[in-house]
């Protein structure tokens, strides 16, 4: 081979040395790059798992996307409290509702007391804004807040006084239902057994209704008989509006009939004597 030759194939090594260096420079990096993404997959994958794990928690407090809101259940605001001693249990019971449906919506006891407090007016929300104003250390949970609100605000019967409410209770001009409701609002807060208050809710019924229940066979739990009285309502009230018509049908029978000629105009001109088709004259008249 000539001197020239072999300079071509020596250069050509040369290059492809070059080429073949440069290449597994680049794999290497290219290596290296892939490792460094594998850790950072398997880093952001494992803060994932925790956030999921948090988000899943009722008593997070970590702020949710609107998505994640709009998953739970729609709940109505309850209506403004202002201090009224009779409606302050009811009140905290809808709030109270409203937690349960919206668990990470309201997911610290502060979120709690503060909506609670947005919903106050009057002389309620005086105190509400003094004690959050003052940091009062009840706010900061919402069953110790719920507490101290009942102590103020709380003035609905129970205990004794409801037993004795209850047991003065009677329907009147209330239909069976209106008194259903009332009677077991206020056993609510009674410890009457079952029988106690079937007995008190029958007594307090009107005779009529006692009287039909009387001829069918009772139940023995407090809703069969409410249902029971219910259906003889409404079975008592179906018979007066068939006897109605009959009743007054027979009572216009009864008056004398009495009939009432047509109303004649004071104006109308007196119409002149006629003897078959001969008219008289005014002389004849007389």
């Known amino acids: 081979m000539d001197p020239a030759g072999e300079e071509f194939v020596r250069s050509a090594i040369a290059h492809q040395g070059a080429l073949l260096g440069h290449q597994a420079s680049q794999l290497s ?12 997959m398997a880093e952001l994958s494992s803060r994932f798992r925790e956030l999921q794990d ?4 009722p008593t997070s407090g ?20 202002d201090g009224d001693p009779n409606s302050c249990r009811a009140f ?13 919506r309201y997911a610290t006891e502060r979120l709690k007391v503060a909506y609670v407090i947005t919903l106050l007016t009057g002389k309620a929300r005086e105190w509400g804004t003094a004690v959050w104003d003052a940091g009062a250390s009840f706010c900061t949970d919402f069953e110790e807040f719920r507490a101290e609100m009942t102590k103020l605000f709380d003035r609905s019967v129970k205990g004794d006084e409801a037993s004795s409410k209850l047991a003065r209770l009677r329907q009147g001009g209330r239909s ?21 208050l079937r007995a008190m809710f029958r ?6 209704i006692q009287d039909e229940i009387a001829t069918h066979d009772l139940p023995q739990d407090l809703e069969g008989f409410i249902n029971l009285a219910t259906r003889v309502e409404s079975r008592l009230r179906l018979r007066q509006r068939r006897l109605a018509p009959r009743s007054s049908w027979r009572l216009e029978e009864t008056l004398p009939y009495k009939s009432h000629p047509p109303p004649q105009s004071p104006l109308a001109e007196p119409e002149p004597m006629q003897l078959g088709r001969i008219r008289l004259s005014a002389q004849e008249k007389q």
Not at 183 to 196: I, R
């Open 29 to 40: 990096s290219t290596v290296q790059e892939v490792e460094t993404l594998t850790v950072q």
């Open 176 to 196: 069976v239902t209106e008194y259903a409701i009332l009677f077991k609002t206020l056993a609510a807060s009674c410890d009457w057994n079952e029988g106690a």
């Open 54 to 57: 948090v988000m899943s928690s």
């Open 203 to 208: 007594e307090g019924l009107n005779f009529d």
């Open 62 to 81: 970590v702020p949710l996307s609107l998505t994640q809101r709009e998953s739970e259940p729609h709940a109505n605001n309850p209506p403004l409290y």
């Open 92 to 104: 905290l019971s809808q709030c109270s509702l409203v937690f349960a449906l919206q668990p990470r």
